[in-house]
């Protein structure tokens, strides 16, 4: 328990940030080592890299795009008046102090 005690602030952001690297790449070393399934080794035909669409999720993402398309033709159209005044300007506070 003593390292504990002496690890200072910024080793233990290093170590933090490289154990989530280090969890973040796991899966992917896994996947370029994995092999693919033996029936398709053995058909010689490449593995699916997802399941097939169904009639209904092909209509669904259709309806989408088209919700999409028709919001983006109205932003386009918009006309923003000339001399209008911009967007609220995101700046930022100082938090106030808590009394102890």
Request: aromatic share 4%.
């Amino acid at each position: 328990m003593d390292v504990l005690r002496r690890m200072n602030r910024r080793r233990f952001v290093r170590l933090l940030a490289a154990g989530a690297a280090a969890a973040a790449a796991a899966p992917l070393a896994g996947t370029a080592a994995a092999k693919p399934p033996r029936r398709a080794m053995e058909a010689g035909q490449p593995t699916p890299t997802h399941r097939p669409l169904t009639a209904a999720m092909r209509k669904e993402i259709e309806v989408q795009k088209k919700s999409v398309a028709d919001m983006l033709k109205v932003v386009r159209a918009y006309e923003l008046p000339a001399g209008s005044p911009p967007a609220p300007i995101f700046r930022a506070v100082r938090a106030a102090r808590r009394e102890r």
